[in-house]
């Protein structure tokens, strides 16, 4: 039968029952793709993986976690869902919601969300409000909300988001046939960086891999409370999906670094900028700049010859690393057309023209 979606595919794995309406955009199935230019720069024997989120029906991966929070708060029989959101999950949950008929709220810091997200989450008629504050004040007022009005709250609080975004780390072992060595990701509000580990540890007590990967995450400069031991007050990064300075899954995502044996470290807004071109240019693959912080972090630890020793005795290849690229690059175009020298004018000139391309 046609690919149905993360819930179809996983459902012995997620809290569903015969019960449960399922939710689907048909989200999930994502590609990975092997990255011959990343591949090349982290050393001979080793295989960069792009998994690219940015294809998921609203263009990230937070749609994994929404086909299962929208589909038990049908089930439960609510009337609406809430949200607080940098852009993508309002967007994701937006979309859920209209399939499911369900009112839904998304708060938003006023001025603070990609363009393309926010033409996304006003397209589906969700009641947006905008807040004078950043996404910690949003998400704290729709935790008050939701502990003293009936309406579902479907940030990654919300255990089935993280149920649902676990079918990614699924989706890689079903590809390698093995854990990744490394996992590289972008680390926000760090639902996403918990969905991961809680994912690849149910596969191998499962037996389906034998041994788990490091998961290794990154914040940006400006938005680094994990790396910093502290609450950042004004986040601040050109990565407006990882500008949180307050991350509610906090201590799971040092939870997934340790048990794991990982790292989360910090990438500087050019490192981010830098990678999101790297990948525009080299591999053809545009994603959003939060989505560029994981292979950025890559790139910075090639540099200081973190692989070295992994290398070493191993053959060609045998060494892989998967980078989770978020989102899609169209949710946030103001940032690749700040990114770009404008396009030079001429007049309708062929002569001039010809000059131009240097022909
Ligand atoms: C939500 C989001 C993140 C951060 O994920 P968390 O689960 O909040 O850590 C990163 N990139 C994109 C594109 C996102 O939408």
């Not at 993508?88 to 969300?113: D, M, R």
């Not at 998400?139 to 149920?163: C, D, G, H, Q, W």
């Amino acid at each position: 039968m046609n690919y149905q979606g993360v819930i179809k595919r996983y459902r012995q794995h997620l809290p569903v029952t015969k019960n449960t309406p399922i939710i689907t955009l048909q989200e999930g199935n994502t590609p990975l793709l092997l990255s011959k230019s990343l591949s090349k720069i982290v050393g001979q024997k080793v295989e960069v993986y792009l998994k690219y989120e940015g294809l998921n029906p609203t263009g990230s991966f937070k749609d994994r976690g929404m086909t299962v929070a929208v589909s038990k708060a049908k089930e439960d029989g609510v009337a609406a869902v809430i949200c607080a959101s940098t852009g993508n999950t309002s967007a994701s949950a937006a979309a859920y919601a209209a399939i499911a008929s369900l009112q839904c709220v998304v708060l938003i810091p006023k001025g603070a969300i990609a363009l393309g997200k926010l033409a996304q989450a006003l397209i589906h008629g969700p009641k947006v409000i905008a807040i004078d504050g950043n996404f910690d004040d949003c998400l704290k007022l729709v935790r008050e909300i939701t502990a003293e009005y009936p309406i579902t709250l479907v940030n990654s609080l919300n255990p089935n988001r993280i149920e649902g975004q676990k079918t990614a780390a699924f989706e890689i072992c079903d590809v390698l046939g093995v854990a990744p060595d490394y996992h590289f990701i972008p680390v926000g509000n760090a639902g996403n960086i918990t969905a991961y580990w809680k994912g690849y540890q149910e596969y191998k007590q499962l037996g389906k891999i034998t041994r788990l990967p490091k998961i290794c995450g990154f914040q940006a400069e400006g938005a680094a409370p994990i790396v910093r031991k502290k609450i950042v007050k004004k986040p601040q990064t050109v990565a407006s999906a990882i500008k949180i300075g307050n991350p509610a899954s906090w201590e799971k995502a040092e939870a997934a670094r340790d048990e794991s044996g990982g790292l989360i470290d910090i990438v500087s807004d050019q490192e981010i900028i830098s990678a999101y071109k790297f990948l525009a240019v080299k591999e053809g693959i545009f994603v959003e700049p939060a989505s560029a912080a994981s292979v950025a972090g890559l790139l910075k630890m090639a540099k200081q010859g973190f692989f070295k020793n992994e290398i070493l005795g191993r053959q060609a290849g045998e060494i892989r690393i998967v980078c989770v690229l978020t989102g899609h690059g169209l949710k946030d175009p103001d940032c690749a057309i700040a990114a770009i020298k404008k396009p030079k004018t001429l007049a309708v000139n062929l002569k001039a023209v010809v000059k131009e391309i240097g022909l």
